[in-house]
């Protein structure tokens, strides 16, 4: 059974009590098997596991989801016992932010591009979370999903920049048998919606594989947002064909070595974000 710690100073005394290596896995509940093969791939690389579940209203816009986002720690805990993970962490909003954070983290130009575009504060929101968290924890290692692609980028940014003593360690993204990417929003989606949210991994299949057959990085992406722009039922926010590091776009003709497709898209009121790896050769 994990240690359910609410504050700081619960926190502190239950990781005292470890001995060895620890990972840290950060997520905002409503647990599903993505957020479990992070814990899994956590399990297998250090003695202990430490789970943080929050949703840190700092990475919310004021007309974002964060009063009807899920919350469902008792399942979370029950799911997360499957496992075993040695401390699960779920502060109280107090706990974390005992008045509005003055000194702040400024992600930098990574989090203007894309997901900051329409989203302007969210990294900067999601960086100050991760960066105090870290602290408390002070793992020696992190797992972040792919699912979030330039979470990722920027997390490792951060990381660089600032010399946190950390590993930094991404995992795949797990995805339902039909191809949608596992998400917590997922379950704000009708059963029409969840058929029309296939698009996505379609538009992004259908990149790679044009990707696969030859085609330039310019083709690749119109191929796949011209699929994306003709769904049914979704409205285009981006898709766009990326360098993962640095989220610089990639177009013309010349082969990239390493690309990632990334888009987001509206189905019905549910914002959704994906990406795949594209490779190229020759
Ligand atoms: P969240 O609870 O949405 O903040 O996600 C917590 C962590 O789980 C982040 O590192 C996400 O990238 C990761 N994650 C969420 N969904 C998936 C997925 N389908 N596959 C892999 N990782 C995921």
Redesign the pocket.
């Known amino acids: 059974m994990a240690i359910l710690t609410r504050t700081k100073e619960e926190l502190a005394s239950a990781l005292a009590g470890l001995q060895g290596s620890t990972a840290l ?11 479990m ?2 814990v899994r791939a956590a399990r297998e690389k250090a003695d202990n596991v430490v789970v943080s ?1 929050y949703v840190n209203p700092l990475q919310f816009g004021p007309n974002e989801d964060f009063d009807a986002y899920p919350r469902t720690l008792d399942a979370d805990m029950a799911l997360l016992d499957t496992v075993g993970v040695e401390v699960v962490f779920a502060p109280t909003d107090e706990a974390i932010y005992p008045r509005q954070p003055l000194v702040r983290i400024d992600p930098g130009p990574i989090a203007t591009l894309y997901e900051g575009t329409t989203r302007p504060t969210h990294f900067a929101g999601v960086l100050q979370i991760v960066h105090k968290v870290m602290n408390l924890v002070r793992p020696q290692y992190a ?7 330039q ?2 980028a920027l997390i490792r940014t951060m990381v660089a920049d600032l010399d946190m003593p950390v590993e930094i360690c991404a ?5 339902d048998i039909d191809g949608l ?5 997922n379950s704000y989606l009708s059963e029409t919606e969840r058929i029309e949210a296939l698009a996505l991994s379609q538009a992004l299949n259908l990149g790679r594989d044009q990707a696969r057959a030859g085609g330039s990085p310019q083709q690749v992406s119109d191929v796949a947002r011209g699929y994306l722009e003709q769904a049914a039922g979704v409205r285009l926010d981006y898709l766009s064909l990326v360098n993962p590091d640095t989220f610089e776009e990639i177009t013309g003709d010349e082969r990239p070595e390493r690309a990632l497709l990334v888009c987001a898209a509206w189905v019905g009121p549910t914002r959704l974000i994906d990406n795949m790896e594209v490779e190229f050769h020759g």
Do not use: W
Not at 181 to 185: I, K, N, V
């Open positions: 896995v950060m997520t905002m509940g409503a647990l599903h098997d993505g957020h093969s992070l579940i797992f972040f999903g792919q699912k979030d692609a979470q990722l995992v795949p993204i797990k995805r990417a596992l998400s917590s929003r």
